[in-house]
C-alpha cells in the first residue's frame, strides 16, 4: 500500500466524533509503489516518487552549480556569490577544520555530499515532494557505504595496513594491560559500528521529522469537526505543523552539516594516525 | 554490512508484522534504491568534481594571487614614492644650496662692479678735468704771451709817441719794458 493510498482512505472522511480512531500515520507513508520498473541483468529497478524526486535533487544540483560555476569571475556576482558561499562553508569549515591545509583535495568529495544529502532532506518540506529522500534507508545507507569504501582503503594505502589497524586497535598511551578489552571495542565501534551509525543518524532524524510532521498534518484534518475541542485542537496542530515545519529546515541543514563533517573527521583519521 | 541490515530488517518485519499485512520495513534496504543512491552521489561528485569545482579552485586561487599581488604592488608604489621624495628633498636642498650661493656670489660681483665702474668714472672725470686745465692753461699762456705783446708793443708805441723818438730795436728799451710786464705780472699773481 502506499503512501498516498493510505492518507487518502485514511483522511477524507475520518473525523474527530465520526466514530473514526485517530488514523496515526506509520511506516507505510515512507513506502511508494514503483510508477514503472526495468532490470538491469538479474537486478530489478523499481523507479518510485522517492527515486524520481532523487533523479530531480540530481538534476537541479547539477544545473545550479554548473550555472553558478560556468565563468567564474574574480569579482562574483549573484549565482557565483551564492555558490561560493557553498564552497568556501565546506572547505573552510568541514575540510579545512577537520584536515588541514591537506583537505583541500577532498572538498568536492565533501561538497558533494552535503548539497545532496541537504537537497535530499529539504525535499521533505517542497510541496508535493514531501518526502525526505533521505529518510528512505537505503539512500543513507549508500552514502555511509561509499564514505566506508573510501575511508578505510585510504587509510590502508596511505598508513599500510598493518600500521593501519594497529594504530587504529592499540592506540598509543594506554596501559598494554588494557588492550585486550580495548582492540575489539575499537575494531567493533570503528569498522562495523561506524557506518551504521553514520547512516543510521540522518535516516531516524529525517525519518522522525517527517513522522511528526505527518502526525500532525493528520492531525490537523482529523481534528475538524462540530467541537470546540476539536476545532482549538485542529488550530493547535496546525501551528505545531508549521512549527515543525520551520524546525525541519534547520534539522535538514543541520544533518547534513553533520553527515558531511563524520566522513571528513574518517578520512582525517585515516590519513594519519590519530593520536 | 548489507547483510546486516537485511538480517535487522528481517528481524524488525518478524517483530512488528503481526497485521499479516506484508509490509516491508523501514530499515530494510532494497538493492536497487542502494545503486541508484551510490549512482546519485557518483553522478554528482564526477559532474561537479570534474566541470565545476576546479573552475571555482582556480578562480578562488588566482584572486588571492590578485589580491595579495595588489597588496605586494602598493607596497612597492609606496616605496618608490618615499624614495622620490627622499630624491626630491635632496635635489630641493641642494637647489637652496646653490640658489643661496649664487645669491652671495651675484652681491660680491654687484659690489665688484659697482666699485670698478665708480673708479673707471673717476679717472675718466679726471683724465677730462686733466685735459680741460691744461688746454686752460694754454690757452691763458697763449692769452697772455698774446695779451703781453700786445701791450707791449702799445706801451712801446706810447712811450715812443710820448718820448718823441724811435726806440724800436734798442735794447735798452726792451729791458725796461720786461722789467716793467715783470712788475705787471707780479702784480697780477698777487
Known amino acids: ?275 | 554490512m548489507m547483510n546486516v541490515f537485511a538480517a535487522v530488517s528481517t528481524a524488525i518485519t518478524a517483530s512488528g508484522g503481526e497485521g499479516g499485512e506484508e509490509m516491508p520495513s523501514v530499515l530494510a534496504v532494497p538493492v536497487d534504491e542502494l545503486v541508484i543512491g551510490i549512482i546519485a552521489f557518483l553522478v554528482v561528485f564526477g559532474v561537479l568534481g570534474k566541470l565545476a569545482l576546479p573552475k571555482i579552485k582556480a578562480t578562488l586561487e588566482e584572486r588571492t594571487h590578485t589580491i595579495e599581488g595588489g597588496i605586494k604592488r602598493a607596497e612597492e608604489a609606496q616605496a618608490e614614492a618615499q624614495r622620490s621624495l627622499d630624491e626630491y628633498k635632496i635635489l630641493l636642498a641642494q637647489g637652496r644650496e646653490e640658489a643661496s650661493a649664487i645669491r652671495t656670489q651675484a652681491q660680491a660681483d654687484r659690489t665688484a662692479i659697482i666699485e670698478e665702474a665708480r673708479a673707471e668714472a673717476r679717472v675718466a672725470a679726471a683724465q677730462v678735468t686733466a685735459a680741460a686745465e691744461a688746454q686752460m692753461a694754454a690757452e691763458r699762456a697763449q692769452a697772455t704771451a698774446s695779451l703781453t705783446r700786445q701791450v707791449g708793443e702799445m706801451a712801446v708805441g706810447l712811450a715812443g709817441k710820448v718820448i718823441g723818438q724811435a726806440l724800436t730795436d734798442d735794447a735798452r728799451v726792451r729791458a725796461t719794458v720786461d722789467d716793467f710786464l715783470a712788475d705787471l705780472e707780479q702784480q697780477a699773481a698777487r
Open chain 1, 1 to 275: 500500500m502506499s503512501a498516498e493510498l493510505v492518507l487518502a482512505s485514511g483522511g477524507i472522511d475520518c473525523h474527530l466524533m465520526s466514530g473514526c480512531g485517530f488514523p496515526a500515520p506509520g511506516a507505510e507513508i515512507f513506502q511508494f509503489d514503483a510508477v514503472f520498473s526495468f532490470t538491469v541483468g538479474s537486478l530489478e529497478f523499481n523507479i518510485t516518487k522517492v527515486t524520481i524526486l532523487l533523479f530531480i535533487v540530481v538534476v537541479v544540483l547539477l544545473g545550479f552549480f554548473l550555472y553558478a560555476f560556468r565563468r567564474p569571475q574574480l569579482v562574483p556576482r549573484g549565482a557565483q556569490n551564492v555558490g561560493e558561499l557553498g564552497y568556501l562553508f565546506i572547505r573552510d569549515g568541514i575540510a579545512r577544520e577537520a584536515m588541514g591545509k591537506e583537505g583541500d583535495k577532498f572538498v568536492p568529495f565533501l561538497f558533494s555530499f552535503f548539497f545532496l544529502i541537504w537537497m535530499s532532506n529539504f525535499v521533505g518540506i517542497v510541496p508535493f515532494a514531501q518526502i525526505p529522500i533521505t529518510s528512505i534507508f537505503a539512500i543513507p545507507v549508500a552514502f555511509a557505504l561509499i564514505v566506508y569504501l573510501t575511508w578505510v582503503p585510504l587509510g590502508i594505502y596511505r598508513q599500510g595496513f598493518g600500521p593501519f589497524f594497529k594504530n587504529m586497535l592499540f592506540p598509543p598511551g594506554v596501559p598494554k594491560a588494557m588492550y585486550g578489552l580495548l582492540a575489539p571495542i575499537e575494531f567493533i565501534s570503528n569498522i562495523i559500528v561506524r557506518p551504521f551509525t553514520h547512516s543510521v543518524r540522518l535516516f531516524a532524524n529525517m525519518f522522525a521529522g517527517h513522522l511528526l510532521i505527518a502526525s500532525f498534518s493528520v492531525a490537523t484534518f482529523y481534528l475538524i469537526s462540530a467541537s470546540v475541542i476539536g476545532i482549538m485542537g485542529s488550530v493547535a496542530s496546525f501551528a505545531v505543523t508549521i512549527a515543525l515545519t520551520g524546525f525541519e529546515i534547520l534539522i535538514q541543514a543541520l544533518q547534513a552539516y553533520i553527515f558531511t563533517l563524520l566522513t571528513a573527521v574518517y578520512i582525517s583519521g585515516a590519513l594519519h594516525a590519530e593520536h
